[in-house]
């Protein structure tokens, strides 16, 4: 992936203007045979640029407002032996408006945009065949949000928000057909998905206190045509097979309808003084997804991730230290709850055990003539090599391990990363 970008603010004469301008190029490459293992089954060359530009006014009766405009310029090149997406150019491009105003121990915040975004996919001809037919979409949508936030007291915030969103379907969405190797599956997309749109509301409350800071959340988003893919279903309730070079892949198709996401997250920060230095932070979160009409017996929305519990401890030392400054040491406790709750249409997904993680770091700026002369980040994951799979891995449904009887493949057991990061002044 490279990535050139320029970040630039200037200061106008009611205001600063911010311009940014990128670059990128992508080379996604996904090797499949083992027997030619240097193939490249899939490869996707992205180009991509972005820019995002925005007027921040000065503040005037308490009000702060920005306005701006932002988008991209996209355009794909298949590269690999085998063709999942067809060759496409994107172009998008949306502006908005944003103002800020407070107002004695209320805040207020809103902002509205509108988007516009074209997509077109070339044709692609294999073996005398139309593989994918050419395509051009549209979407435009107006979307916005307003919200509130009031202090009870100097140490409690209540916070309440209400917003309208919309999200294009994006081309795999659209236009696959073919194998997808990193998932195991045949895709097929469907060109007459719309826009999802959203409504969602949320509310929140803060408690910052000496000793403890509490941060808790609740969501509602109710998503008109809600993108999902599900297996297809062939004769006799058995899944549909697509035969590709000699093996039998099963079929997903990309579709849509109604659904609700609520849930919510809680954090606990207890820092208790005098010992300034210790941390015990705890995060609970949890989300549930469903459908607004039964599909196979079934409401549940697909992938949905299970919900989670992390608990912290961590100890921060030596602020001002003259050779170690700022260090960190932290354990950490990270235990993912049973999902029991899969989207079982057509055999699409089954339920995910439960699993606990333990980790832990230690980080340090290097100091010399009190300048930093490096940073050094040491973190370990799945110290106890637990194995599990988590339930929004893809590769869940793979072929049974015969080493170890196991199906699908299971996320990464115990791993040490070292990080050195070096400033250079000039």
């Given at each position: 992936?490279l990535?050139i970008?320029?970040?630039?603010?200037f200061?106008?004469?009611n205001g600063?203007l911010?311009?940014?301008i990128?670059?990128?190029?992508?080379l996604r490459?996904?090797f499949?045979?083992a027997?030619t293992p240097e193939e490249?089954?899939?490869?996707?060359d992205?180009?991509?640029?972005?820019y995002?530009?925005?007027l921040h006014?000065?503040d005037?009766?308490?009000?702060n407002?920005?306005?701006?405009?932002?988008g991209?310029v996209?355009?794909?090149n298949?590269?690999?032996?085998?063709?999942?997406?067809?060759e496409?150019?994107?172009?998008?491009?949306g502006?908005?408006?944003?103002?800020?105003?407070?107002?004695g121990?209320?805040t207020?915040?809103g902002g509205?945009r509108?988007?516009y975004?074209?997509?077109?996919?070339r044709?692609?001809?294999e073996?005398?065949?139309?593989r994918?037919?050419?395509?051009?979409?549209?979407?435009?949508?107006?979307?916005?949000?307003a919200?509130v936030?009031y202090?009870v007291?100097d140490n409690?915030?209540?916070?309440?928000?209400?917003?309208?969103g919309?999200?294009?379907?994006?081309?795999?969405?659209?236009?696959?057909?073919?194998?997808h190797e990193?998932?195991n599956?045949?895709?097929?997309g469907n060109k007459?998905?719309k826009?999802?749109?959203?409504?969602?509301?949320d509310?929140?409350?803060e408690?910052n206190?000496?000793?403890?800071?509490?941060?808790?959340?609740?969501?509602?988003n109710r998503?008109?045509?809600f993108?999902?893919f599900r297996?297809?279903?062939?004769?006799g309730s058995?899944?549909s097979?697509v035969?590709v070079?000699g093996?039998?892949?099963?079929?997903?198709?990309?579709?849509q309808?109604?659904?609700?996401l609520?849930?919510?997250?809680v954090?606990?920060?207890?820092?208790?003084?005098?010992?300034d230095?210790?941390?015990?932070?705890?995060?609970?979160s949890?989300v549930r997804?469903?459908?607004?009409?039964?599909?196979?017996?079934t409401?549940n929305?697909?992938?949905?991730?299970?919900?989670?519990w992390?608990?912290e401890?961590?100890?921060?030392?030596?602020?001002?230290?003259?050779t170690?400054?700022?260090l960190?040491v932290?354990?950490e406790?990270?235990?993912?709850?049973s999902?029991?709750?899969p989207?079982?249409?057509?055999?699409?997904?089954?339920?995910?055990?439960?699993?606990?993680?333990?980790?832990?770091?230690?980080?340090?700026?290097i100091?010399?003539?009190n300048?930093?002369?490096?940073?050094v980040?040491?973190?370990?994951?799945?110290?106890?090599?637990a194995?599990?799979?988590?339930?929004?891995?893809?590769l869940?449904?793979?072929?049974e391990n015969p080493?170890t009887g196991?199906?699908?493949v299971?996320?990464?057991g115990?791993?040490?990363?070292?990080?050195l990061?070096?400033p250079?002044?000039?």
């Open positions: 992936h990535k970008i320029t970040d630039n603010s200061r106008t004469g600063r911010t311009l940014n990128g670059w990128q190029q992508n490459r996904e499949g045979e027997d490249e089954s899939l490869f996707f992205l180009s991509t640029l972005s995002n530009t925005a006014f000065d005037r009766n308490g009000w407002t920005s306005v701006g405009l932002n991209m996209q355009d794909n298949n590269r690999g032996a085998e063709v999942l997406i067809p496409y150019g994107l172009f998008d491009i502006g908005f408006v944003y103002a800020k105003k407070i107002r121990r209320a207020f915040s509205a509108y988007d975004r074209s997509l077109t996919a044709e692609f001809r073996g005398g065949d139309t994918f037919a050419r395509l051009n979409r549209s979407f435009y949508n107006l979307s916005g949000s919200g936030s202090s007291t409690f915030i209540l916070k309440a928000n209400l917003a309208r919309f999200r294009a379907p994006s081309m795999p969405e659209l236009s696959s057909n073919g194998t990193g998932t599956r045949y895709e097929y007459d998905l826009s999802e749109i959203s409504l969602q509301t509310a929140g409350m408690v206190s000496e000793h403890v800071l509490i941060n808790a959340a609740l969501f509602l998503i008109n045509n993108i999902y297996k297809l279903a062939g004769a058995q899944d097979l035969e070079d093996e039998f892949i099963p079929a997903f198709r990309f579709d309808q109604a659904a609700s609520y849930g919510g997250e954090l606990v920060d207890i820092h208790p003084h005098p010992l230095w210790l941390h015990w932070e705890n995060t609970f949890y997804g469903l459908f607004r009409d039964e599909t196979a017996g409401r929305v697909p992938y949905i991730p299970a919900a989670r992390t608990s401890l961590r100890g921060e030392f030596l602020p001002d230290g003259r170690f400054r700022n960190r932290h354990m406790l990270q235990h993912t709850f999902q029991d709750h989207f079982t249409a057509y055999g699409t997904e089954t339920a995910t055990a439960g699993y606990t993680l333990l980790n832990a770091g230690l980080s340090s700026h100091m010399k003539h300048r930093p002369l490096f940073s980040y040491f973190n370990a994951t799945n110290l106890t090599d194995a599990y799979q988590n339930h929004l891995s893809r869940k449904y793979a072929a080493v196991r199906q699908g299971f996320n990464m115990r791993n040490f990363s070292l990080r990061n070096i250079f002044s000039f």
